[in-house]
């Protein structure tokens, strides 16, 4: 007999969140999705991944370090930008 208790599936939008590395953002749409509160939300993504683990992001590609790439090179563009201007 199967104790293990089945995992129902989460909507595509959390588990192209969760691909992405965005769990917090998977949660929020959980929640929105099944009006659940936070903790409810965060037990059925962390129960999902558990049952998916090829849906966790390989390591190094989470959601955040994308965002720090971006922002690096937001600001270097500002400052090449600035100093291009302040040349002139």
Do not use: C, F, H
């Not at 588990?15 to 590395?21: D, M, Q, T």
């Not at 966790?56 to 690096?72: D, L, V």
């Amino acid at each position: 007999m199967n104790d293990e208790k089945k995992v129902t599936p989460l909507s595509l939008a959390a588990i192209a969140a969760i691909r992405n590395g965005k769990l917090i953002q998977a949660i929020k749409i959980v929640r929105q999705d099944e009006g659940i509160g936070l903790k409810e939300a965060k037990d059925r993504v962390d129960a999902y991944m558990r049952a998916n683990p090829e849906l966790q992001p390989p390591p190094g590609q989470s959601g955040m370090r994308n965002n720090a790439a971006w922002w690096i090179v937001a600001i270097v563009g500002a400052a090449i930008l600035a100093y291009v201007l302040t040349r002139r």
